[in-house]
C-alpha cells in the first residue's frame, strides 16, 4: 500500500481564489480602497486612492486574510443556498444581530495590524458607507454576512497599515 500523498497548496492559487471570489460576490478592490481612503483622507491630505490600493493589495497578499475571506463567502454562499443546519441557516440568512461570529472571523484579519485597524473597523462598521452598504442591503436576494465585515476588515487594516507608514515617514523627515 502507497503512503497518502502530503497535503500542499499552492500559495498562488489561494491569492487568485481569493480575488476570484471577491469579484464573484461584487466585490473591487478599488471599492475597498476607497474604504481605505475614507478612513484616512483627513489624516493624510496627501493621500491617493493609488495608495490606498497598493495597502489593499499588501492586506490581501496574507494568507490569514485570504483564509478569512474565503470561509467567509463559503459560508456565505452556503447560507444563501439554504445548506446550512438550523438555527445557524436561519441566523446567517439574515444576519442576526446577536450572532457575532461574522465580526469575530473579520477581527481576525484586523488583529494582524494593531489597534488602528481595530478602531477603524469598528467606525467603519457602524457607519457601513460606499461598498458596505450594499453589501448590507438585504434585498438582493444575496446573503453578504460575513462579506460586509470581512471587507470593513481589509479596509480597515489596509488603513492602519498606511496610517504607520505614513507616520514612519513623518518622523523620518524631522531627524
Not at 496610517?163 to 514612519?168: F, G, I
Amino acid at each position: 500500500m502507497s503512503e497518502p500523498k502530503a497535503y500542499s497548496l499552492d500559495s498562488r492559487q489561494v491569492a487568485e481564489a481569493t480575488e476570484q471570489w471577491l469579484a464573484k460576490r461584487g466585490v473591487t478592490k478599488t471599492e475597498i480602497a476607497d474604504l481605505a481612503y475614507f478612513l484616512q483622507k483627513d489624516y493624510f491630505p496627501e493621500l491617493t486612492i493609488e495608495e490606498c490600493l497598493e495597502n489593499v493589495d499588501a492586506v490581501l497578499s496574507k494568507r490569514e486574510v485570504q483564509n478569512a475571506v474565503l470561509t467567509g463567502i463559503q459560508l456565505d454562499i452556503l447560507a444563501e443556498e439554504g445548506k446550512l443546519m438550523s438555527p445557524l441557516q436561519e441566523m446567517i440568512r439574515n444576519d442576526e444581530g446577536l450572532y457575532g461570529c461574522d465580526e469575530v472571523l473579520a477581527l481576525s484579519i484586523v488583529n494582524v495590524y494593531g489597534s488602528i485597524g481595530f478602531t477603524n473597523f469598528g467606525y467603519i462598521d457602524k457607519l457601513k458607507p460606499g461598498i458596505l452598504l450594499k453589501l448590507n442591503n438585504k434585498t438582493d436576494g444575496q446573503t453578504h454576512t460575513f462579506l460586509d465585515d470581512i471587507v470593513g476588515a481589509i479596509a480597515a487594516s489596509a488603513s492602519s497599515r498606511i496610517a504607520h507608514r505614513k507616520q514612519a515617514e513623518r518622523e523620518d523627515t524631522i531627524d
